[in-house]
């Protein structure tokens, strides 16, 4: 009895220990021993052995994640049974295809956790579903919820939940913000780096079943049986944890390495070639997910080139998966160079035509709005206006519009935000989320894809809070009902601290800090605005680019009269592309949302805005609030300095500090750039910048020379 | 006493477990637990207490470092006393400006350890003698040395020892192969990473006294305020380790930031501004180290674009540093576009006109070899021939040319091979490394640089064993008259094993490895036929580039009657470079070493070499019996698996994989590629290569994809 007092005062010591030097790399997944002894009793009691419902690798993985976890929060080792055991006080791992909830049966990979017969019974729809809900049971325990009659269930709501790694075969990563690629191309298919495995629990752990490994601007090496070998070696550690691998392909990949003269989809060399690298992959990676495509976008080859369309693209590599279970997911962020229209319209342009021409097993991917990943944006116009074709949504984990690493801004808001967009495609309540979800147009499959925000920094992702993006960004895949405050707390319970108080403040402070960095950076619908090579800063001054539609003015349009896009239809007439309800809503200025405003009209400077200000005055008042919140940030942050890992919290306080001084640079921009044209005074209370346009315009420089 | 028992396996275990998953991040600096009860009781009693000499920041590092190492040698905190005090058997750091040793003072920063009064007195000429002398002490029982009847003394050989980064202001690092910059620009200044002050202790522990923190390629960013601040962030954590920081410069900095008209070094206005500019940085660093300088040469602007000289460009900077403290670093790493003639020459005559041009504390900083960092590379013939200029050698630590991160090449028996090099510049015995420490021209300053191999991986090399070249150029910096099978033992004894056969095993793979690496790549003095964007695979075929000195056909003119650059008085005379005794040496194939055979002659494929076989022969022995060695690396490997961490062993094991498959695609692309002109069999007992030349092209071709 006194041994096992002292192991246990040994357990405690070492996770104290460990948790002194918190480096970010468990992610939400830490074990930590669980100090309250009475819990931990309840818990051990309930826990007393495992048993697993076969010896596939995935019901193995779910058995022995679920052993892993229980050691580090329990202190003990937990028996794993494979064969059926009596008893009672042990986990049962079981499949059963045709389980039923309440509600009905059980969706795909869903699952559900119950007492029953003295067990903790976590049945799975597939063995997938038992994994998760092994995740699941887990995470009731990592926030201490109890478990005597519980009973739990749960199915995702989108089928394939994807990340995008937009990572290069010499390692860097487009658009990353934390360090380098995790995968180590010139060290596989040889080196498994052990940390491809911790990526696949954390990403099972968050019911993540698919990822992109490589960039949208792809490398064609990938296609090639020297680097499928490395392919294959990460589809191999995947594997175990219900995740498929996909890949990025370039559209020239015929030419470039299949030696023909042409990538021209109708060209049947072309389509018997990659009708054999299809099988050629599928041979190697049965389990192989499918293609994303980026085609003639942004200089990326694609079959335009050969005077075809989008869909006739799509539908070749479709066919080229034949009887294989794999997707084609073709990108629809394309938008034409020279263009002297909007290219809000583009897209929809482009792909509204092409609704009904997609062959079964193809997805258009659509970013969440017109642009391009800005701090805010309307809801893409496509979403509800292709019912013919499914539609995967693309947001963008990384926060390459967003702050990179030095800004907290937790973008479950934001995404949340457009997934509850109404875009009354069939009536009201047909919200993005269920166009995406296939609800609205009755589509068997769904998808739901994440641009990543991982890298080969310790703790992943650079900014710690940026591990909750990636957290948020799997639970709403999942179930895209979930709040954006539940998930915060969730996440922050599990990462950050135990004490109930600490957790509601800091979830208090991530809950708000998207509203708080469009404020100070993009306020009322503001968009394109930042630094030309450093998107993290401010250049609305940006006139001349290589493309029109890559400058700031192109999009701010400020003038003496006033400032914004005017999309109304004496404008580009953008609006229209939405249904009459949404016009309706956005086409009055003074009905349209002030987050929204200046996407859509171009309002006066002196304009008494709902808010009771005129735009001017309004416009200031967001700058200098925003960048004032982010001081209220730090003090927040301040407060739970107690209940965080020192070095983690010195780290995000740190960051902080960053924060406010970029929230600054961007306020102080802004107000005189667009001071220039409104010629009016920084409302009181606030005071003038102390530096000048110039002085910032030279800062701005620096952080764009070589 | 059983609560202390019970502590000291509490240590074990924490210690056990630690090391079952060494990830390499500790590098050389470990202090796990010394696990022989007696020797620790030993130490403990010579260790009981450390008192400081005061209260300077490298003195109170040199006193935290030794209790910090102490504390995980030994299992117990050692208290630091800042006064002295009396007794016995604890550890005496003092400063002693005119300290002696045997052999005649104590140099400039070297220490001395002894044992006096019942006490280990450490004493340094500096400050930074003091921090060098307990590193030393640690390193005393790091490799289980006795302390009784100690007494050792050490002085650096080099007086500014550098690492020279090549990392860019996104975070990317030319050549680099050990994933982003440690360097977090976005984060600095307010956030300052743990991982900073990680990378200082190392460098202090093997005496490394600046770095310079910037690409030579080098952007105008760092002179400016905004991220001088992000600089004097990193110095300040740098000061308490004796090392000082240092920048690469921009020689266009003038116009690109300064708003003038030109960088000519002659302009009032641009002196100027370089003496304002080093000012400020010197009111914000008191202890800057200086500049480094590229220019002229791959593009870089320089003094020429001005028709000024590289001593005019040195000097201007070296004015401009005026009373400071610092040094100017001009690097002679040039060669002119579309040049006819021979890239071996050029530095050469470039900058040898120029001795005696150069003002004070101006250095010129020479690469290793007259072509670039190839495995294999003669000494470059400016050594010895500027008398009246202080030369800093430079040598790459990163394996740009050596392998990347999945080739285990220890690099000191190369650095060796070009130190111990004999000039004959004021008669025998002026070797390199006399003539770079001043010795041989009798100069007052001397300087040594390696290009850093350490990027954000979390074991920061990439491939364990870089560790290795990291330590060594340390240890070869402070002392190059140590072996490199003693550092080499000294390393891994410190780092992987402390099993003194296996630590044997280690280090004979470790001194062999170099020579390995160039039979499989490029033996018999072949040089720079690697990839072209690739330099870890082979090229040899490559005939056309942007520059015909950027081929490989330039450099090894394979034709149908033999190999090699003839660089007699026949050829490009570029053997003339060097002292007459070195000239005869080289001049005769017959008795040139076969290591450096094609750097100097064009041999006939029949023609029979001192080892008794044909060119021909010979090369494909070379190649043969290179690759097969990697196989002998591989089995000496497995046999000290039960002695090494099990994670690191696999890494290394997986490595030496990717090695020897690599190992054999330079193999077979070199004998295809040379026997299409030798017209010869592959001499018996070997194979010809299973695979086409045409397959290996199609192979590297993949690699270099974008």
């Given at each position: 009895?006194?041994?096992?007092?002292?192991?246990?005062?040994?357990?405690?010591?070492?996770?104290?220990?460990?948790?002194?030097?918190?480096?970010?790399?468990?992610?939400?997944?830490?074990?930590?021993?669980?100090?309250?002894?009475?819990?931990?009793?309840?818990?051990?009691?309930?826990?007393?052995?495992?048993?697993?419902?076969?010896?596939?690798?995935?019901?193995?993985?779910?058995?022995?994640?679920?052993?892993?976890?229980?050691?580090?929060?329990?202190?003990?080792?937990?028996?794993?049974?494979?064969?059926?055991?009596k008893g009672k006080g042990g986990i049962i791992l079981v499949v059963e295809a045709t389980a039923n909830v309440s509600g009905g049966a059980l969706g795909k990979d869903g699952y559900r956790i119950a007492e029953q017969g003295g067990n903790l019974v976590v049945t799975g729809s597939t063995e997938s579903g038992v994994l998760y809900g092994a995740f699941a049971l887990l995470r009731q325990l990592q926030t201490r919820q109890p478990l005597r009659g519980i009973s739990l269930s749960s199915s995702p709501r989108i089928q394939y939940r994807l990340l995008n790694h937009w990572d290069n075969p010499n390692g860097t990563v487009e658009r990353g913000y934390a360090g380098s690629s995790i995968w180590k191309w010139y060290e596989l298919p040889e080196r498994i780096d052990p940390r491809?495995?911790?990526?696949?629990?954390?990403?099972?752990?968050?019911?993540?079943?698919?990822?992109?490994?490589?960039?949208?601007?792809?490398?064609?090496?990938?296609?090639?049986?020297?680097?499928?070998?490395?392919?294959?070696?990460?589809?191999?550690?995947?594997?175990?944890?219900?995740?498929?691998?996909?890949?990025?392909?370039?559209?020239?990949?015929?030419?470039?390495?299949?030696?023909?003269?042409?990538?021209?989809?109708?060209?049947?060399?072309?389509?018997?070639?990659?009708?054999?690298?299809?099988?050629?992959?599928?041979?190697?990676?049965?389990?192989?997910?499918?293609?994303?495509?980026?085609?003639?976008?942004?200089?990326?080859?694609?079959?335009?080139?050969?005077?075809?369309?989008?869909?006739?693209?799509?539908?070749?590599?479709?066919?080229?998966?034949?009887?294989?279970?794999?997707?084609?997911?073709?990108?629809?962020?394309?938008?034409?160079?020279?263009?002297?229209?909007?290219?809000?319209?583009?897209?929809?342009?482009?792909?509204?035509?092409?609704?009904?021409?997609?062959?079964?097993?193809?997805?258009?991917?659509?970013?969440?709005?017109?642009?391009?990943?800005?701090?805010?944006?309307?809801?893409?116009?496509?979403?509800?206006?292709?019912?013919?074709?499914?539609?995967?949504?693309?947001?963008?984990?990384?926060?390459?519009?967003?702050?990179?690493?030095?800004?907290?801004?937790?973008?479950?808001?934001?995404?949340?935000?457009?997934?509850?967009?109404?875009?009354?495609?069939?009536?009201?309540?047909?919200?993005?989320?269920?166009?995406?979800?296939?609800?609205?147009?009755?589509?068997?499959?769904?998808?739901?894809?994440?641009?990543?925000?991982?890298?080969?920094?310790?703790?992943?992702?650079?900014?710690?809070?940026?591990?909750?993006?990636?957290?948020?960004?799997?639970?709403?895949?999942?179930?895209?009902?979930?709040?954006?405050?539940?998930?915060?707390?969730?996440?922050?319970?599990?990462?950050?601290?135990?004490?109930?108080?600490?957790?509601?403040?800091?979830?208090?402070?991530?809950?708000?800090?998207?509203?708080?960095?469009?404020?100070?950076?993009?306020?009322?619908?503001?968009?394109?605005?930042?630094?030309?090579?450093?998107?993290?800063?401010?250049?609305?001054?940006?006139?001349?680019?290589?493309?029109?539609?890559?400058?700031?003015?192109?999009?701010?349009?400020?003038?003496?009269?006033?400032?914004?896009?005017?999309?109304?239809?004496?404008?580009?007439?953008?609006?229209?592309?939405?249904?009459?309800?949404?016009?309706?809503?956005?086409?009055?200025?003074?009905?349209?949302?002030?987050?929204?405003?200046?996407?859509?009209?171009?309002?006066?400077?002196?304009?008494?805005?709902?808010?009771?200000?005129?735009?001017?005055?309004?416009?200031?008042?967001?700058?200098?609030?925003?960048?004032?919140?982010?001081?209220?940030?730090?003090?927040?942050?301040?407060?739970?300095?107690?209940?965080?890992?020192?070095?983690?919290?010195?780290?995000?306080?740190?960051?902080?500090?960053?924060?406010?001084?970029?929230?600054?640079?961007?306020?102080?921009?802004?107000?005189?750039?667009?001071?220039?044209?409104?010629?009016?005074?920084?409302?009181?209370?606030?005071?003038?910048?102390?530096?000048?346009?110039?002085?910032?315009?030279?800062?701005?420089?620096?952080?764009?020379?070589?």
């Open positions: 009895m006194f041994l096992r007092r002292l192991l246990l005062l040994l357990c405690l010591l070492v996770a104290a220990h460990r948790s002194v030097a918190d480096d970010g790399y468990r992610l939400w997944l830490k074990y930590d021993l669980i100090s309250d002894p009475g819990l931990r009793k309840d818990y051990q009691k309930a826990a007393g052995f495992i048993v697993g419902a076969g010896n596939s690798p995935i019901l193995k993985t779910a058995a022995e994640e679920l052993q892993q976890g229980l050691q580090g929060l329990l202190g003990q080792t937990v028996p794993i049974h494979s064969a059926a055991k491809y495995q911790d990526y696949a629990r954390a990403n099972a752990s968050i019911g993540i079943n698919g990822v992109v490994i490589n960039n949208v601007n792809a490398s064609a090496r990938y296609l090639t049986p020297e680097y499928l070998e490395k392919v294959v070696a990460l589809a191999s550690v995947m594997r175990p944890y219900g995740i498929r691998v996909y890949l990025s392909v370039l559209w020239a990949a015929p030419k470039v390495i299949g030696g023909l003269a042409s990538s021209d989809p109708l060209d049947p060399k072309v389509k018997q070639w990659w009708t054999a690298k299809t099988d050629e992959i599928y041979k190697a990676i049965p389990d192989f997910g499918g293609f994303l495509v980026k085609a003639n976008s942004e200089g990326e080859p694609g079959p335009q080139d050969y005077g075809r369309d989008h869909a006739d693209g799509a539908n070749m590599l479709a066919d080229a998966l034949g009887a294989h279970d794999g997707l084609v997911m073709w990108r629809a962020f394309v938008y034409k160079a020279n263009s002297n229209g909007d290219r809000f319209k583009e897209a929809y342009q482009e792909f509204k035509p092409l609704d009904g021409r997609f062959k079964p097993k193809t997805l258009v991917q659509v970013k969440n709005g017109p642009i391009d990943f800005q701090a805010r944006e309307p809801f893409h116009p496509l979403f509800g206006a292709m019912p013919r074709t499914p539609l995967v949504l693309e947001v963008q984990l990384t926060q390459e519009y967003l702050g990179f690493a030095t800004h907290w801004v937790y973008l479950a808001p934001m995404f949340k935000e457009t997934l509850d967009a109404d875009t009354y495609a069939n009536g009201p309540g047909s919200t993005v989320a269920k166009v995406v979800d296939g609800s609205v147009d009755q589509h068997a499959i769904s998808g739901i894809a994440g641009v990543a925000n991982i890298g080969a920094d310790r703790n992943w992702t650079g900014h710690p809070m940026g591990q909750a993006n990636w957290y948020a960004f799997g639970r709403l895949a999942w179930d895209y009902t979930l709040s954006s405050q539940t998930i915060a707390e969730e996440w922050a319970r599990q990462t950050l601290t135990a004490d109930a108080p600490a957790v509601r403040t800091i979830a208090d402070v991530m809950v708000r800090s998207h509203g708080i960095y469009t404020r100070y950076t993009m306020p009322l619908g503001l968009h394109h605005i930042m630094g030309q090579t450093i998107h993290y800063g401010p250049e609305p001054w940006l006139a001349s680019s290589a493309r029109p539609d890559w400058t700031a003015v192109y999009y701010h349009k400020a003038d003496a009269v006033g400032l914004g896009f005017d999309r109304t239809e004496k404008g580009s007439n953008a609006l229209a592309l939405y249904k009459p309800e949404v016009q309706r809503r956005w086409n009055d200025p003074s009905t349209c949302p002030p987050n929204y405003l200046l996407w859509f009209h171009h309002v006066p400077w002196t304009q008494p805005l709902s808010t009771g200000r005129t735009l001017w005055n309004e416009l200031c008042t967001r700058y200098y609030t925003g960048a004032d919140s982010v001081t209220w940030m730090q003090q927040q942050w301040a407060t739970v300095k107690p209940q965080v890992d020192a070095e983690l919290h010195a780290d995000v306080a740190a960051r902080l500090q960053t924060q406010r001084k970029e929230a600054l640079w961007w306020r102080d921009a802004c107000v005189l750039y667009f001071q220039s044209f409104a010629k009016q005074p920084i409302p009181a209370p606030f005071s003038p910048p102390e530096r000048t346009l110039d002085e910032i315009k030279r800062l701005v420089t620096i952080y764009q020379l070589r």
